[in-house]
């Protein structure tokens, strides 16, 4: 194995790690910004070594359509073709069976996509994908699995969960580079618990440097998606890293990380920066509302990046969705935020001090004390006590599908945040 996993300290749960790869020594728990054709938009490598970044995600299918995985082989690999030192993870091109489900034919042998580029047809197989992602040479490579999403139900979940197990073999056979780059296996099994466990345990037998969670953040409840996870985690070695696939809001990674998960990813940061959206201590700040064209002040006093240093919301509020420098300059920005919160948690976790990391950063986003049920019940089994958090008449109601991020609305004072009311 081309890594090495260091816990360097606990709480129940959660962990804090030193994962060693061959282009980088990440601490974790640790969030990963998606750059799908090997950049992430807007943003130079240099920026991304500024704020942190420790690991970029690159896509396997969308490498392959462009610039092609031979080229980018021949040019000395993607580290050296996009300028980057750092760690680098392919995914399996396995979630464009999900986003470009419309284009796309599954079976034994592979995946058969229409080129979205020039219509051209495509199979992706294991071995395939492990042959470009051979090329791509990412620290870190996926196993193609057969992905379907979590608010699928009925035969095809059990089937999918299956064609994963045969499909990582096939991809463990394929895989020419295992003392450089690092093949990870892929949890799946939809929301049913027994097909989540034997896929857990199919995968341990094959005793893989690192493994993912996939299938989740794809519209199912809150209160199933911490259940897989905390179910998932449980029952993966103690000795590797894991990874929650697709996951980016700050308080799903907060609550993961408590229930045992190291890994993260998602487009969420630079496209919510991309919409005029900033990340803030409090959930999410919209610079597009009128309120603020004259507000001085920066998106978040607290926070030291170079955004924050230099520019005011009002300034910032002239630019998002209108020229291309607002998306750099937010997307800076969000990025920063996820950097810092995933060192706050190895910092929280390694000084023995991760419970009230958890509690501060709760009563920061509820300060109502309306923290969700799906969080409070994550927390009863990550063996955080947040019952300070919740004092004031808790919001069920909130329960539902998708996310809860609280949204600033425009201060009335220009002095404070208010929070929506909902």
């Not at 496209?271 to 409090?282: D, I, K, N, S, Y």
């Not at 420098?325 to 950097?339: C, D, I, P």
Request: proline share 7%; charged share 25%; glycine share 8%.
């Amino acid at each position: 194995m081309a890594l090495r996993f260091e816990v360097l300290g606990r709480f129940n749960r959660a962990r804090a790690a030193r994962l060693t790869l061959p282009h980088f020594t990440c601490q974790t728990p640790l969030f990963m910004p998606v750059g799908t054709q090997g950049t992430i938009k807007g943003l130079t490598t240099d920026q991304l070594e500024e704020i942190g970044c420790q690991i970029i995600l690159g896509n396997t299918y969308h490498l392959e359509l462009r610039p092609g995985s031979r080229l980018i082989d021949d040019l000395g690999g993607l580290h050296k073709f996009m300028n980057w030192k750092r760690a680098l993870l392919t995914d399996s091109g396995g979630f464009q069976m999900v986003s470009l489900l419309h284009l796309a034919d599954i079976t034994e042998e592979g995946v058969t996509f229409q080129s979205p580029v020039d219509g051209k047809p495509m199979l992706l197989t294991p071995e395939e994908s492990i042959h470009i992602q051979n090329n791509i040479g990412a620290d870190i490579i996926m196993a193609l699995d057969d992905v379907v999403k979590t608010t699928i139900t009925g035969p095809r979940i059990e089937e999918a969960m299956y064609r994963t197990l045969r499909w990582i073999d096939r991809c463990i056979a394929a895989h020419k580079k295992p003392d450089v780059q690092n093949l990870f296996g892929i949890v799946q099994g939809g929301l049913d618990p027994v097909l989540r466990d034997i896929c857990v345990k199919g995968l341990v037998e094959r005793n893989l440097p690192g493994y993912a969670i996939g299938g989740l953040a794809g519209g199912e409840d809150k209160d199933s998606f911490w259940r897989v996870v905390a179910q998932c985690t449980a029952g993966l070695p103690e000795d590797k890293p894991r990874y929650v696939m697709g996951v980016g809001y700050p308080l799903d990674i907060v609550v993961c990380s408590a229930l045992g998960a190291d890994m993260y990813d998602c487009v969420y940061p630079t496209r919510t920066a991309r919409f005029g959206t900033a990340l803030v201590p409090e959930g999410v700040l919209k610079l597009k509302q009128n309120a603020m064209a004259t507000d001085e002040r920066p998106i978040d006093p607290t926070c030291p990046c170079m955004v924050c240093k230099k520019y005011t919301r009002a300034y910032l509020h002239c630019l998002v969705t209108k020229d291309a420098m607002g998306s750099q300059l937010l997307s800076y920005h969000n990025l920063s935020y996820m950097m810092r919160l995933s060192r706050d948690l190895h910092m929280s976790i390694l000084e023995g001090r991760f419970p009230e990391f958890v509690r501060g950063f709760l009563r920061i986003q509820f300060p109502k004390g309306d923290v969700p049920k799906w969080v409070r019940n994550a927390m009863v089994v990550a063996g955080i006590d947040i019952s300070e958090c919740c004092a004031k008449c808790p919001r069920d109601a909130m329960d539902a599908p998708g996310t809860d991020i609280p949204e600033l609305c425009p201060p009335t004072n220009n002095k404070e945040h208010i929070p929506c009311k909902r």
